[in-house]
Nanobody, 111 residues
């Protein structure tokens, strides 16, 4: 069974930074495309960023230039470095691969 465990969320002021991490187990990590998605309060799931097995990265327009996704195939982890956070980034962030999604980590951007 695939397990994805996210960590790193919390409360941060606008303009601040957070680094999210996702640890994967039970799957063949290296060939897998990994994605981060988020769900803001009262809204649906929204794709944020993805990284292919070859390290190619993709970003939603609203995070491009602020967020950086990376992966460590030796550790089976994928990280999301989030800079210049704003209140609209407040959401629960989930790690996804295929049809699997973790439990999420909450990010709150507020004064």
């Amino acid at each position: 069974e695939v397990q994805l465990v996210e960590a790193g969320g919390g409360l941060v002021q606008p303009g601040g930074s957070l680094r999210l991490s996702c640890a994967a187990s039970g799957c063949t990590f290296s060939p897998s495309t990994m994605n981060w998605v988020r769900q803001a309060p009262g809204k649906g799931l929204e794709w944020v960023s993805g990284i292919n097995s070859d390290g190619r990265t993709y970003y939603a327009a609203f995070v491009k230039g602020r967020f950086t996704i990376s992966r460590d195939n030796a550790k089976n982890t994928v990280d999301l470095q989030m800079n210049s956070l704003n209140v609209e980034d407040t959401a629960v962030y989930y790690c996804e691969t295929g049809s699997w999604r973790g439990q999420g980590t909450r990010v709150t951007v507020s004064w």
